[in-house]
């Protein structure tokens, strides 16, 4: 792809493309690679934000910045099903708290725009930012809505009615006879991989709102914009094309579309500060013999797992590269800013120099390392996605969310991966589940070989010809047509 030259600056009319992610790292981090891949075409880039997780506008000098009051509404939660609550609420809070300082804004930005040169051509929002998207088409604003999970988690968005019709959702409390059962209409899904399968009862209206409100974001829009890949999710993203009336997007992985190199892109979207210093660990490592483990920015586990996690590396006697995040643990004392929880007395005895361990690491690049053999991940969309596309198999430990389901996908479809079973960890799981991924033999062998096959078919998809740089092209002609 040429990522220099752009129809914007070839025509000599340049346009500016503003942009709201949600903000959570999950969310910022694509949002900002699709910036990054849009300024690369010549557009000029507006950010609005949050104060919430602003980001670092000294690290973009390139864009413009615009905070957006939002009420100090923070989101906080003591296990995994209140993460899925307080978020929901604090989705909802946002949208509420911003709507009229960003209608403010955004008429300012437009009056001054045209002075400059620079139309307007497009409000890019995160599809959970359904208050925000309409009124930007209040004033004249055309939209895009960025959804950064993947396509069949979309699908269930937009098939909730249908599965509370049919007697799937909302689970009776503490009833875990059904989540097993096959969604016939959505396969391979079963119950218990439905983003909202784990939503108490009491909590269902507000999820049902929450997503209809996604779903009406998109619906709306110009077109919805996803960070997959065709040959990743080829049949969701031809049912998503059916269902829905808005073109679809498929620009995925955008991190290895992102103009910046892997340190500079990741580190500038970054909340936490990476500690770079493990990958020289990580060069003195034996190709693919680290366990690289991380939950990722949200998900938090509780002590007891901690600790049977911790015994459970250990015991598998592989080296690992841990990413030991403050605030892992629920219901812990509040960690110092860079401090990791601690872990089990007598296991840094037990792995004494085969382990390294950080509070955050530079992951697309940890992935990318040839030491790196396999990833322990809580199933966030992107730390999956950089998986598939590195070629690392996955040991998976989803926590909410659609976690479940991109589980379901590592292990069942694309088959790169194991998911431990549900419930409260314990080591002896863990370590054979290591062993398993890591091993010489079968079933290893075999993932190593589908994860590799993917990440060729990944790199295919960004080539020239490939599925994702002519959606590019589709998006970057639709941004200048509108």
């Known amino acids: 792809m040429d990522s220099a030259e752009s129809t914007a600056t070839c025509t000599g009319d340049r346009r500016r493309v503003l942009f709201f992610p949600l903000p959570y790292q999950g969310h910022i981090n694509p949002m900002f690679q699709l910036a990054g891949l849009l300024h690369s075409h010549g557009f000029a880039v507006t950010v609005f934000h949050t104060h919430f997780n602003a980001p670092d506008a000294s690290l973009h000098p390139d864009y413009d910045f615009v905070p957006v009051p939002d009420g100090g509404a923070l989101p906080a939660a003591d296990s995994p099903d209140d993460t899925v609550q307080a978020t929901v ?5 946002l949208n509420r708290a911003c709507e ?20 307007v051509a497009c409000l890019v929002a995160d599809a959970h930012l359904l208050t925000l998207l309409d009124v930007a088409r209040g004033l004249g604003v055309p939209t895009l809505a960025l959804r950064t999970g993947s396509a069949a988690c979309f699908r269930c968005f937009t098939a909730f009615p249908m599965l509370c019709d049919k007697g799937y959702l ?30 108490p009862a009491a909590a269902h209206g507000r999820t049902r709102e929450v997503l209809r409100r996604a779903v009406t974001a998109v619906a709306a829009s110009s077109g919805l914009i996803l960070n997959t890949f065709d040959a990743l999710e080829h049949a969701e993203l031809a049912a998503l094309r059916r269902d829905i009336a808005v073109p679809v997007f498929d ?13 500079t ?21 034996a190709p693919a013999s680290v366990l690289y483990v991380s939950f990722g920015s949200i998900a938090s586990v509780s002590a007891a797992d901690l600790v049977e996690a911790a015994w459970g ?12 995040r403050p605030g892992l643990v629920r219901g812990g004392a509040p960690p110092l800013p860079s401090q990791p929880p601690p872990l089990p007395k007598g296991f840094d005895a037990a792995t004494r120099g085969r382990g390294a361990v950080v509070a ?48 379901r996908y590592v292990d069942h479809v694309w088959r790169v991966g194991v998911e431990l079973d ?31 096959e993917l990440k060729r078919r990944a790199a295919e998809s960004i080539d020239d010809g490939g599925s994702s740089a002519l959606n590019v092209n589709m998006l970057v002609n639709l941004i200048q047509s509108l």
Do not use: K
């Open 360 to 407: 955050w690491a530079p992951q697309e690049e940890v992935l990318a390392h040839d030491a790196v053999g396999a990833l322990w991940t809580h199933c966030g969309w992107n730390s999956t996605l950089e998986a598939a596309c590195a070629g690392v198999p996955m040991l998976c430990r989803p926590c909410f969310g659609d976690q479940r389901g991109n589980a």
């Open 313 to 324: 590396i250990a015991g598998s006697g592989r080296p690992f590269l841990w990413a030991l």
């Open 100 to 119: 009229a300082p960003f209608q403010e804004r955004l008429a300012a930005v437009l009056e001054d725009d045209p002075a400059g040169g620079v139309a």
């Open 422 to 452: 549900g419930g409260e960890i314990e080591r002896g799981n863990v370590a054979a589940a290591i062993e398993m991924v890591m091993g010489a033999g079968e079933p290893g062998a075999g993932l190593r070989r589908r994860a590799l």
């Open 251 to 263: 620009v995925g992985p955008l991190h290895l579309l992102s103009p910046a190199p892997a340190a």
């Open 89 to 93: 609420e604090h989705i909802f809070a």
């Open 265 to 285: 892109a990741a580190s500038a979207s970054s909340l936490l500060r990476p500690d770079r210093g493990c990958l020289d660990w990580l060069d003195a490592q």
């Open 170 to 199: 909302p689970l009776p409390a503490q009833d875990t006879s059904q989540l097993d059962t096959p969604v016939i209409e959505l396969p391979p899904y079963r119950v218990g991989d439905l983003p909202a399968a784990s939503i």
